[in-house]
């Protein structure tokens, strides 16, 4: 029963538990906690308890501490620790052989921070304390890993302490949560100081320590310190992987240092660890983002030619850039490319082409791609979109330009709203003709759409 767990076929267990009782042999404590461990697998929860409490006394088997734990495990796991601790109150109230231990109050504590009812976790948490119940590292972890998600970090900092003060050393699992939560809450000093306690401490920070620190760093601008801690980790002995690569290629990339990203690239190949979609999308944004397509496009050349199919991201990305830059025949071969190799096209992607025909003036196939978004049920630009395309072309004095994409608007069942009209009569204005400018105003009126102080400051 017990291999058939392990092996992940729960149901041969409980099959072999069922010929047991038939040929009439007895049960005992180890079988019968088995055979709950085979019910929790099969995620038969309700079962297992009924078991736990009716059963296992029916078969002659008294349940111990062991028998409760899987359960209020199983319970934990299936998001139904309030349960669990009924079932713990229980166990403290009936007593006999069943002693509440640091195992059972952790499971059901770690069970309440999962669903994110910290509240009652630090309250069964100092009940434990109460009862005498000492806790141990993975019952600190837990906590602390909760508060640091909650970005509670002083008092996490604070639980640290009187870890420490009670005697039980924190591991490595504890300073990745502290290291972890001060770098995503961008309070990189403090990530400093816990990743310098760490080591003072003789833990040697891992694989997922460096990779907080350096995803903060990067996010900082400091890609350069985040290279020192990976040359640092791969001087230790740890192997970086494709995520390791991954947050420094993206540093680099945000912070324009292409030299660097491909030099870092070249070296990740020539170590064996094969660049995966996100490292080519990861590039390839690098380059779209400050309009250098042509080196984008090579990436995505060799990107196809190594194997890697490119996803709705890399076409969304590739379209996008193109797009932006009036490159509208490249984009929409893209765009065909797309569909010929089954990824199907965001929203985003008819967005950027949309936007691409409309500030191109071609508003037949900005008009022809929003038929085709209505046609798919995909959700067609809404007026905030139109908004941005128009309020651009007004500033930038093609008023003509932005009338006929108003006039798209209409066509295609959208209703303008004061930034619409605000924006033509601001237009007008921009290029000397009030008149039309005024005209604007009294047609905001005749559909119901009051003007605002801008609009009628404009005109």
């Known amino acids: 029963m017990e291999c058939c767990c392990r092996a992940g076929h729960p149901e041969l267990g409980l099959a072999i538990f069922s010929r047991l009782l038939r040929t009439g042999l007895k049960t005992n404590e180890i079988v019968g906690s088995t055979f709950l461990k085979c019910l929790s697998y099969a995620k038969r929860t309700d079962e297992a308890l009924n078991v736990l409490l009716h059963r296992m006394p029916e078969l002659g088997c008294v349940p111990n501490a062991f028998s409760y734990s899987i359960v209020l495990k199983s319970l934990c796991d299936n998001s139904m620790s309030q349960r669990a601790l009924d079932l713990l109150q229980r166990m403290a109230k009936e007593g006999g052989g069943c002693f509440l231990n640091v195992v059972t109050y952790s499971t059901v504590i ?17 009940e434990m304390m109460q009862q005498g ?23 996490a900092e604070l639980v640290l302490r009187q870890m420490v003060a009670k005697g039980a ?67 230790k002995g740890h192997r970086a992987n494709v995520v390791s690569y991954s947050i420094l290629l993206h540093g680099y990339a945000n912070e324009g240092c292409f030299a660097d990203m491909i030099y870092l690239f070249n070296s990740m190949k020539s170590n064996g660890i094969a660049a995966d979609c996100r490292v080519f999308n990861i590039l390839i944004n690098g380059y779209a983002k400050r309009g250098m397509m042509d080196e984008a496009v090579l990436i995505f050349t060799e990107m196809r ?106 066509d295609i069942g959208e209703r303008p709203d004061t930034i619409t009209f605000s924006s033509l009569i601001d237009g007008y204005c921009l290029v000397g003709k009030m008149d039309k400018a005024f005209g604007m105003l009294n047609a905001m009126e005749s559909v119901g759409v009051e003007p605002d102080c801008n609009a009628l400051d404009t005109a």
């Open 110 to 126: 770690h069970g309440f921070f999962k669903e994110g009812e910290i509240g009652k976790a630090c309250s069964l948490f100092h």
């Open 133 to 155: 119940v000492v806790p141990n590292v993975w019952t600190y972890n837990s906590i602390i890993d909760a508060l640091c998600k909650a970005r509670a970090m002083d008092k």
């Open 169 to 235: 050393q924190p591991d490595t699992v504890t300073y990745n949560c502290l290291i972890n939560g001060y770098a995503t809450s961008g309070r990189l000093k403090e990530a400093a100081k816990m990743f310098r306690e760490m080591k003072r401490r003789g833990l040697t920070p891992n694989i997922v320590t460096c990779g907080s620190l350096m995803t903060s760093l990067c996010k900082h601008g400091r890609s350069k310190e985040a290279r020192e801690i990976f040359d640092s980790m791969t001087s």
């Open 305 to 410: 030619e190594k194997g890697v199919s490119p996803d709705v991201v890399t076409y969304t990305t590739v379209i996008a850039a193109l797009s932006r830059m009036g490159r509208l025949t490249d984009a929409v071969d893209k765009f065909d490319e797309m569909i010929a190799m089954g990824v199907q096209p965001s929203i985003p992607v008819y967005q950027s082409l949309i936007q691409g025909f409309c500030i191109d003036g071609d508003l037949v196939k900005a008009k022809e791609l929003v038929s085709e978004m209505m046609n798919k049920g995909i959700p067609c630009p809404n007026i905030v979109f139109f908004n941005s395309v128009i309020n651009s072309l007004c500033k930038e004095g093609r008023i003509m330009d932005a009338h006929d994409i108003f006039d798209l608007v209409i």
